[in-house]
């Protein structure tokens, strides 16, 4: 008999497990996961998610945003039992945190969007994932049957092109449904542009003059003719995040796409409180935009959003550990923010509002790395 015949091949609860405890040894600082993925990724697939359009300056304003807002603690107050959870769509997440939709998860992950919404799931998060994303809407669900699960699209035909995915969304048991409304034109990625190199998914790409000709019409027809909860994604005014309350909208989305669509733009976080005056709590409201600590997440929900996106992150956590990096980012996330929630003298969220913010001088030059300070030791070029 040879050695090992008796012995069976290992399950796959135990291989996760395996996997998750070598995330949680290797990846102790968030920092650590951002060096492991320059480490993996080639420089066409590094560029395509830590850079922006044009001049990079909404990307940076993003950051700045964020970093322009210091905290007001509180202090002798007990906080022993600091929960960091919220109940989003009926679901309690451990965290009010949505892995936010990224075109061609497969980049970073030969599992793409499958490996995401697992973790996502595993963890207690929400998940949306992009209609430009693998392996596509079907195949996700069930990867995550009972994960919070939302589907956003990229409209590329007519009507009932719009139909068919949101009537898919709602078979496959998504949550809700979200239309991204902030890319009529695709804007000039110039980290690509000036290596003249054209990513696969963006070759012989048909329809696009359907996003360009999207207008309050088709959320009208989408209100009056399904119930699934609809997100706008791309909302950057008070004057339209009024209009999509007004035609019914259930979620707003604080957008300007992780300062890849329009340059010169203004900061999520410069953003965020006209939006929630705007809706003044008619509709819950999502944001993103250069999140990726802790402190983010706090700052955002005390400023009035209900759940904070995240892109850039949550593709670097892929790309360091697949499935268990994205976990990881997570629980390093969760103990950031309850470590932060207690120190402002929170117990939970629902304690917080803008009275804990303060405007403040940022102390570092706003950059797509600017919240990993610690990077300056890996042995990477960023």
């Known amino acids: 008999m040879k050695d090992g015949a008796n012995n069976p091949p290992p399950k796959a609860a135990e291989i996760k497990a395996a996997e998750l405890g070598t995330a ?15 480490a993996n990724l080639n420089q066409n697939a590094w560029d395509y998610i830590v850079g922006g359009t044009e001049t990079e300056t909404t990307l940076q304003r993003n950051r700045m945003s964020l970093d322009e807002i210091a905290f007001r603690p509180r202090i002798l107050r007990d906080v022993s039992k600091v929960d960091a959870s919220v109940k989003v769509m009926g679901r309690k997440l451990r965290l ?11 980049t970073f992950d030969p599992e793409g969007g499958a490996a995401v919404v697992r973790g996502a799931g595993s963890f207690g998060a929400a998940h949306m994932l992009s209609s430009v994303s693998e392996p596509g809407l079907e195949n996700v669900a069930k990867a995550a049957p009972d994960a919070l699960r939302i589907y956003q699209l990229y409209v590329r035909g007519d009507e009932a092109f719009v139909e068919d995915r949101i009537e898919r969304s709602i078979k496959n ?8 409304v902030d890319t009529a034109h695709y804007s000039r990625r110039e980290r690509d542009l000036a290596k003249r190199y054209v990513r696969a998914n963006r070759r012989d790409v048909s329809g696009r003059e ?8 088709t959320v009208k027809r989408i209100k009056q003719r399904h119930k699934i909860p609809l997100v706008i994604k791309g909302i950057a005014t008070a004057e339209d995040a009024a209009i999509a309350v007004d035609h019914g909208v259930e979620w707003i989305y604080v957008s300007n796409h992780g300062g890849r669509q329009l340059d010169h733009g203004r900061g999520a976080m410069h953003v965020l409180p006209e939006i929630v005056a705007a809706v003044g709590g008619r509709a819950k409201i999502m944001v993103d935009g250069s999140f990726c600590r802790g402190t983010d997440i706090v700052k955002a929900i005390a400023s009035g959003a209900d759940l904070v996106g995240l892109g850039r992150l949550q593709c670097w956590a892929l790309a360091a550990g697949g499935e268990a990096g994205i ?33 403040a001088s940022p102390t570092t030059a706003p950059s797509v790395f600017s919240a990993f300070p610690l990077l300056e030791i890996a042995p990477y070029k960023y």
């Open 96 to 106: 009010p945190v949505l892995l936010a939709p990224v075109g061609a998860l497969e």
């Open 327 to 359: 976990i990881r980012m997570l629980e390093l996330l969760e103990d950031e923010v309850q470590r932060c929630l207690g120190l402002l003298g929170a117990n939970s969220f629902a304690e917080l509002d803008k009275s804990f913010l303060h405007a």
């Open 24 to 38: 949680a040894k290797d990846f102790q600082n968030l920092h650590e996961l951002v060096a492991k993925a320059r």
């Open 173 to 180: 048991g998504y949550a809700a449904f979200a239309l991204t």
């Open 210 to 217: 359907y996003q360009m000709a999207l207008d309050w019409r």
